[in-house]
T-cell receptor
Framework: DVKVTQSSRYLVKRTGEKVFLECVQD?????MFWYRQDPGLGLRLIYF???????EKGDIPEGYSVSREKKERFSLILESASTNQTSMYLC???????????FGPGTRLTVT | RKEVEQDPGPFNVPEGATVAFNCTYS??????FFWYRQDCRKEPKLLMS???SGNEDGRFTAQLNRASQYISLLIRDSKLSDSATYLC???????????FGAGTILRVKS
């Protein structure tokens, strides 16, 4: 079974704090993704990566950065958290090709 | 116009009912299509792929209409456990980028 884990299920941070969200997959997948999910807007792609040390901007990269130092780990960084970054953050992994994406359980981030 | 549009619902149906959801997409070059299911406070999971010829998996049938740029999901004999949000997913022609619709909420009641 594919397993994608995320470092926290719930997180509360203050405005201006630096926030790290970690994602680890155990299936040796090449592709990894970070989404945020908000009511009525669905999943929106923040960043994705096709290989170690490689990253591509998604649809809403502003205010975020990512790091992929190892194949199994993809980190999302909020350099200076703001209240409009309060959301559910979902990480996904995928093997090569337009195939199924496997999601982690999500991190519900609240920025106060 | 959104790349993928779905009726948000909710669809409230009794057990045993047949229910259908439609989803429209804007990019005519889209190549692959999926339906994902997301339970409350859970992550999305693949329900089924959608093929040009249509495909069926038990009580679930997915259809693709390329000319009109929509895909559909039909659920027969609805069960309480079918209550969830159903996400329409379109793969753009380039790369592996999946575009998700906002989801359709289904509530099956006894």
């Amino acid at each position: 079974d594919v397993k994608v884990t995320q470092s926290s299920r719930y997180l509360v941070k203050r405005t201006g704090e630096k926030v790290f969200l970690e994602c680890v997959q155990d299936m040796d997948h090449e592709n990894m993704f970070w989404y945020r999910q908000d009511p009525g807007l669905g999943l929106r792609l923040i960043y994705f990566s096709y290989d170690v040390k490689m990253k591509e901007k998604g649809d809403i990269p502003e205010g975020y950065s990512v790091s992929r130092e190892k194949k199994e780990r993809f980190s999302l960084i909020l350099e200076s958290a703001s209240t409009n970054q309060t959301s559910m953050y979902l990480c996904a992994s995928q093997s090569l090709g337009p195939s199924e994406q496997y999601f982690g359980p999500g991190t519900r981030l609240t920025v106060t | 116009r959104k790349e993928v549009e779905q009726d948000p619902g909710p669809f409230n149906v009794p057990e045993g009912a047949t229910v259908a959801f439609n989803c429209t997409y804007s990019n005519s070059a889209s190549q692959s299509f999926f339906w994902y299911r997301q339970d409350c406070r859970k992550e999305p999971k693949l329900l089924m792929s959608v093929y040009s010829s249509g495909n069926e998996d038990g009580r679930f049938t997915a259809q693709l209409n390329r000319a009109s740029q929509y895909i559909s999901l039909l659920i027969r004999d609805s069960k309480l456990s079918d209550s969830a949000t159903y996400l329409c997913v379109v793969v753009l022609e380039y790369g592996n980028k999946l575009v998700f619709g906002a989801g359709t909420i289904l509530r099956v009641k006894s």
